[in-house]
């Protein structure tokens, strides 16, 4: 077949504009966009219009929200004092059950000296002092007493409030604390010394050496006395116990004695800062003198008398701020402005600057109105194996360990008991020099300890040899928890601190709560736990169970946390630990809220921040100064919000994904979060709350700023 004939041109070329043509193409086209851009600056224009409109229409509603609530801050005010007047009341409970333990002390008459008085514990020091040879029972049984009298004063330094204690007080409370502490030490060393003097007459029959447990619910005294000599008994091991050491052939074969002292206590690290009344900037005047709103209330009311008027005049509480414990995130149901006599004529001439009325009187009430202090600063120590007691702590109480000398021990003759005793007179002055060299091997009490490794001197050349460590096998009580691997700390005397450093060797067995561990010497020995391991918080909830009665729940990462309060009591109701620990002394014991802190810190649940923990604990900034856009990231809280001066129900949700300041529809602004509250709680609701007794209301208060859930979960 031939080839096909050629058809149209495929894509057969446009025809050809003519000038006229394109002219008007472009005239179209021009007159398309000027219309486009006419429309849309029209639409832009009406757009503007309706924001400013809408804008206009929001300022004149919060306008009228901000006038009506300037217009009802002061019935707002005189209800929340008076809601507040709980924390006068719990006050003046508190200064009368403080009076009235010092009146059941006296009335008591059981010869305990009353701790806060200097006289009496003076001379129950001074006579405790004097008394000799005392054996280890006679020692224990007044430890208890020294113990409560150490626990009384440290309750009251830690519950009295500041301005009620002066500096003289606080330094007599703590001089008193030191002294207990340093006597009760040096009566346990003295009745060691005692025991060991009559080491052979418990000597055991298999190894002719002596082994003794003495355990007591504060202390565990396990001593062994070398009096065989014998270096084949290197390694001991007391009783049933895994607690046990074992010793080089040098001290197997010396008059060496051995002491591992284990205190459930902490007699060792410094003493707290106890916090002193300071000068600060109060955010506003909170009310006028209670006093005075009495009068203009209740005008036919005769005047107080002046023993009334004294108390009161007591309880006006100068601004402290303790430990660092008040937040604004925890006080913001508390923290407003005094705006107490403001008319609808000042509102309209300033209805963005709320009205305050400043008392003639700066002044605070007792509990959480107090001012946002700055966070302090820790001061992290610069020697990496020095322990930092801002963010670790000593717990399980402390391992005392010593390598002792043995004393010359009773010798029987024709039925005569010959001990050799120490000389009472002072040396003569030949003696002095070799008197100071053995004042340096001595322990308080009379207790000598025995060198090693030895030091070395020119008639001993050996000592520079290597000498092998002491090790050690301690058992971690029971009653104590701890969620990690705790650290190991020996206590450097010279530098007053807790170091890590100079384990040999450390080996945990945390399954049978046994830890190893070999020294070079002996020191006072403890484990450290981390302060801050349970925070943040994984959640938290505090739910009511009854008329004054509510459970503060906990959850962190390793366990869960109920904590009832009752009234003016609290305990640990539940906490989810496992079956190996015995947290009887603690679980299901009523206390008040000062005792329950130290008690759950002692035993390894410390849900309690202190000032320093915002430098250690990385959490969201959830409130500054005032409340603001940026620190809202978190949409699980942010439904209610309050900066400062009002509080107000935004419109977001918690499932939000923005932060918007927009307000709900039908919402109000409110001096407080109280009344925000107020007008979406039910009736019942809030007659509960009125009717809440006051002691409960403290208790919860404290609680919660103690634990500070709003800021650490």
């Known amino acids: 077949m031939g080839p096909k004939k050629k058809g149209k041109k495929e894509g057969e070329k446009k025809k050809k504009l003519t000038k006229s043509e394109r002219l008007k193409l472009q005239q179209e086209e021009e007159e398309r966009r000027l219309k486009e851009e006419e429309e849309a600056r029209l639409k832009a224009e009406r757009e503007a219009a309706e924001k400013l409109e809408r804008e206009q229409v929001e300022k004149r509603k919060w306008e009228e929200l901000v006038e009506k609530d300037q217009l009802r801050r002061t019935e707002e005010f005189e209800e929340l004092f008076l809601l507040e007047k709980c924390f006068i009341d719990a006050e003046k409970w508190k200064k009368e059950v403080r009076n009235l333990s010092k009146w059941f002390h006296y009335i008591k008459c059981d010869g305990s000296p009353d701790p806060s008085v200097a006289p009496e514990m003076n001379t129950f020091i001074s006579l405790w002092k004097e008394k000799e040879n005392e054996d280890i029972d006679a020692v224990i049984k007044q430890s208890k007493l020294v113990l409560e009298l150490i626990e009384k004063l440290e309750l009251v330094l830690l519950d009295t409030p500041p301005h009620e ?3 003289n007080q606080v330094a007599q409370y703590q001089t008193s604390i030191m002294e207990l502490r340093e006597l009760l030490h040096f009566k346990f060393n003295e009745a060691t010394e005692t025991l060991l003097r009559q080491a052979s007459s418990f000597g055991d029959t298999d190894s002719g050496n002596m082994e003794m447990i003495i355990k007591d619910e504060n202390v565990t005294l396990y001593v062994w006395a070398n009096l065989k000599k014998n270096p084949k008994y290197k390694t001991i091991k007391f009783g049933d116990t895994d ?3 074992t010793i080089p052939k040098l001290l197997a074969s010396s008059d060496t004695a051995v002491r591992i002292f284990h205190t459930n206590y902490d007699h060792i690290s410094p003493l707290s800062v106890v916090p002193r009344p300071v000068k600060t900037e109060i955010i506003d005047a909170i009310i006028e003198d209670f006093t005075n709103i009495e009068t203009t209330q209740e005008e036919a009311v005769p005047q107080e008398g002046s023993e009334e008027v004294a108390e009161e005049q007591e309880l006006e509480i100068v601004p402290t701020v303790p430990e660092g414990e008040v937040k604004m995130e925890e006080s913001t149901l508390f923290i407003r402005q005094s705006n107490l006599s403001v008319s609808k ?10 009205v305050v009325k400043r008392s003639k009187k700066e002044q605070i009430l007792p509990g959480p109105v107090e001012t946002i202090p700055e966070v302090p600063q820790a001061e992290v120590p610069t020697d990496e194996e020095v322990v930092d007691l801002k963010g670790f702590t000593p717990l399980g109480g402390i391992y005392h360990l010593n390598i002792l000398q043995l004393p010359p021990q009773a010798k029987q003759i024709k039925g005569w008991t010959i001990v050799e005793v120490s000389p009472s007179l002072p040396p003569l002055p030949e003696q002095e020099e070799a008197s100071l060299d053995k004042k340096k091997k001595l322990i308080s009490g009379g207790l000598q300890k025995f060198v090693y490794p030895p030091e070395h001197t020119d008639d001993n050349p050996e000592s520079e040899n290597h000498h092998k460590p002491i090790e050690f096998v301690i058992t971690i009580n029971r009653n104590v928890v701890f969620f990690e691997k705790p650290m190991m700390a020996r206590w450097d005397t010279e530098g ?16 049978e709560r046994n830890i190893s561990f070999s020294l070079e010497t002996v020191y006072p020995v403890t484990l450290i736990q981390d302060n801050h391991i349970h925070m943040p918080y994984e959640s938290w909830e505090l739910r009511p169970v009854g008329d004054n009665e509510v459970i503060l729940n906990v959850t962190t990462t390793f366990t869960d946390i109920d904590i009832h309060v009752k009234d003016s009591q609290c305990m640990l109701a539940a906490v989810e630990v496992g079956e190996n620990y015995e947290l009887s002394h603690l679980l299901k014991k009523w206390m008040n809220i000062s005792s329950l802190i130290i008690a759950m810190k002692q035993t390894g649940l410390n849900i309690f921040p202190s000032e320093y923990s915002g430098a250690y604990v990385a959490v969201n900034d959830k409130v500054g100064e005032l409340l603001k856009k940026e620190y809202v990231e978190d949409d699980e809280w942010s439904i209610y919000m309050y900066n400062g001066e009002r509080a107000q129900k ?4 918690e499932s939000s994904n923005t932060f918007s300041g927009e307000l709900e529809e039908h919402t109000e602004l409110h001096s407080t979060l109280y009344h925000m509250i107020k007008d979406f709680a039910s009736k019942e609701a809030m007659e509960k709350i009125r009717n809440s007794n006051y002691l409960f209301v403290d208790a919860v208060c404290k609680l919660l700023l103690s634990v500070r859930v709003l800021t650490y979960s």
Do not use: C, H, Q
């Open 345 to 354: 004529e000042e509102v309209e001439s300033k209805k963005e600057e709320p």
């Open 496 to 511: 007053k601190a807790w170091r890590t450093d100079g384990f040999i060797s450390l080996y945990y067995d945390m399954a």
């Open 165 to 167: 204690l002066t500096d």
């Open 650 to 653: 935004l419109k977001i949700n």
């Open 243 to 245: 607690i046990g050491f």
